[in-house]
């Protein structure tokens, strides 16, 4: 009995009174006999699969391979559906609904008789959701990432989903592809479960928990279709079960040093804007609130981009590629000199285990430091008047000539008045403007959609324009590239000095002096400030109400401020009586 008592989900399960007949008895409800789970550690496999959900297809099989793996390692395992958010598919952004998820997760695993938790999510916001919400609960945890999809083809020619999407779009509205081409390009983008096989969102957050330490050594880059993601699966069920007995859990394994290994790797994989934000957020869960905006920014000064995916750079590689070029270990590896390389992870070694025998199998794929795609670090952070608390650009998918740059701001409080600019062959715009969205922040969105990624107008599009600068408090998908500053902080929505730009104003841009600049003096902003009124908010009632009144910006990591590690602790263990 000793043995039995220290499982967790022995309090549930192992007591002589009313509460554990009643528990018992509703195990054997569901066919389960007592020998399935006396002594054995209870392991929750957090399956986020949906029919809504194209990237986590595959999940419906998979859970049964890691039930495989949880039960020859002498577990016990039980699957807990959680939500499941596709950022293609929920309006009017997923991450409105990424805490809901990291609540949800958290009280799932605090409410059930749980030792151990398998987590298997990829699709942008469900890696950064699931990993929140187990660190707060903080109970032995193995991420299992749902992996990229393969690689899209049409006509000949290899797709990146997101960053062709965007590429080929713009072609159709110049009038260069025609319907037949674009429906060949619809059905061949996206062809099997899995992951954007780009270097978007999915596999910059599925890669940064790996170098976090909380997935298994090359989990995150296995292809969903590839035979070894089945064998991983397994892996991570087995694995589970024996953290447990080691008491192995997520706030042992995120040490400050974890999060800078994270900021490393992201730098050099050429990383997804969004990074930041869910970093951010992870970091300050798991008790490290000093790891902000600057620490990106410094570190980025140091690594160079080495991943050459789309789309970074004239890339023609994608994930799969990547995976057979020896994955993220092999990155690392080449990341050795900037790494700490003794932090712990879910593998019960150290990372310099984990990564010591990698070997790179394509140099062209997985850069040396010495030859890089880019020579500074994915994302740069930007600050001036215009964004007091900071903002974001990636260099390293944009076009050189406006690394620095000034021009005349064409504003817009909505993108319903944005949209009919662009498509207007007539439009009043240069590629020299700046064109400025505001009200598309946490709040003002709300949840930040990705419409920072704002197209280029048909007009210049028809002169064969493909960049331009642009501005916005909004984010963009991983997958999208060109000269697109987001994240601007504090948001227009409560006053940001951006909701104080007027058309014909101009902006200055200076990426390597970090620096973002509305040309007119303090005494006019101040004035402008006096004239603005905010707008009524987006919701009156239920989640989206709760979520506008406590989410944070952007530097911040968008959680809300009540989940911060800071904000206190919670219940604890529930109690049984």
């Not at 690594?303 to 993220?328: C, H, K, T």
């Not at 999208?480 to 227009?492: D, F, K, N, R, T």
Request: some cysteine; charged content about 20%.
């Amino acid at each position: 009995m000793a043995e039995l008592k220290k499982l967790r989900s022995q309090r549930w399960l192992a007591n002589n009174d009313f509460r554990t007949f009643n528990h018992r008895s509703r195990f054997m409800q569901m066919g389960y006999d007592s020998k399935d789970w006396e002594g054995r550690p209870i392991v929750a496999i957090l399956n986020s699969w949906s029919e809504y959900n194209p990237c986590h297809m595959h999940f419906r099989d998979r859970v049964n391979d890691v039930k495989r793996g949880v039960l020859q390692a002498g577990g016990f395992p039980l699957e807990l559906p959680t939500m499941s958010l596709n950022d293609a598919i929920v309006k009017p952004s997923a991450l409105l609904y990424r805490n809901m998820m990291a609540m949800e997760v958290e009280e799932m695993i605090r409410c059930h008789p749980v030792d151990a938790v398998v987590l298997m999510g990829g699709c942008d916001k469900t890696s950064p959701a699931m990993l929140l919400g187990a660190i707060s609960a903080n109970v032995p945890s193995v991420f299992l990432p749902a992996g990229p999809m393969l690689r899209g083809q049409y006509a000949g020619q290899a797709l990146g989903s997101g960053s062709d999407a965007f590429k080929f779009w713009d072609d159709r509205r110049a009038g260069a592809i025609n319907e037949k081409q674009w429906e060949g390009i619809i059905g061949g983008i996206a062809r099997s479960p899995g992951t954007c096989m780009t270097m978007g969102t999915a596999s910059t957050m599925t890669a940064l928990i790996e170098a976090l330490g909380m997935a298994l050594p090359g989990a995150s880059s296995v292809p969903a279709v590839d035979a070894n993601h089945q064998r991983l699966s397994a892996q991570a069920g087995r694995r589970a079960v024996e953290m447990v007995h080691e008491d192995l859990r997520p706030r042992s394994i995120l040490s400050r040093n974890s999060f800078f290994n994270a900021i490393a790797v992201a730098m050099a994989m050429g990383c997804s804007t969004n990074a930041i934000i869910h970093l951010i957020a992870l970091a300050r869960r798991a008790g490290h609130a000093d790891i902000g905006l600057e620490e990106f920014d410094h570190i980025s000064r140091k690594i160079p981009v080495i991943a050459n995916i789309r789309p970074n750079g004239d890339s023609q590689y994608l994930m799969e590629d990547f995976y057979y070029a020896g994955g993220l270990p092999a990155l690392m590896q080449r990341l050795w000199p900037h790494l700490h390389v003794e932090e712990m992870t879910v593998s019960g070694r150290c990372l310099r285990n984990n990564i010591e025998s990698a070997r790179v199998h394509n140099d062209d794929v997985i850069r040396t430091l010495e030859r890089p795609i880019y020579a500074e670090g994915s994302l740069a952070v930007l600050r001036g008047n215009l964004a007091p608390d900071g903002c974001v650009i990636k260099p390293s998918a944009m076009d050189a000539r406006f690394l620095k740059h000034s021009g005349p701001a064409i504003v817009f409080d909505d993108y319903p008045s944005l949209k009919i600019m662009l498509e207007d062959p007539e439009a009043d715009i240069t590629e020299n403007h700046v064109i400025v969205l505001r009200n598309a922040g946490p709040k003002g969105g709300p949840g930040m959609p990705e419409w920072g990624m704002i197209p280029i107008p048909l007009k210049l599009l028809r002169h064969g324009v493909r960049d331009m600068l642009r501005i916005s408090d909004a984010r963009m998908s991983g997958t999208s590239y060109g000269a697109c500053i987001l994240h601007v902080a504090p948001e227009a929505f409560i006053g940001g000095p951006l909701a104080l730009v007027q058309t014909g104003d101009c902006i200055s841009v200076d990426v390597e002096q970090r620096r973002i600049h509305l040309d007119i003096s303090n005494e006019e902003l101040a004035r402008r400030k006096t004239r603005w009124h905010p707008s009524a908010p987006k919701y009156e009632r239920g989640y989206g109400s709760m979520y506008l009144q406590h989410i944070l910006q952007a530097d911040q990591g968008c959680d809300m401020d009540f989940l911060l590690t800071q904000a206190g602790s919670a219940a604890g263990e529930p109690d049984i009586f």
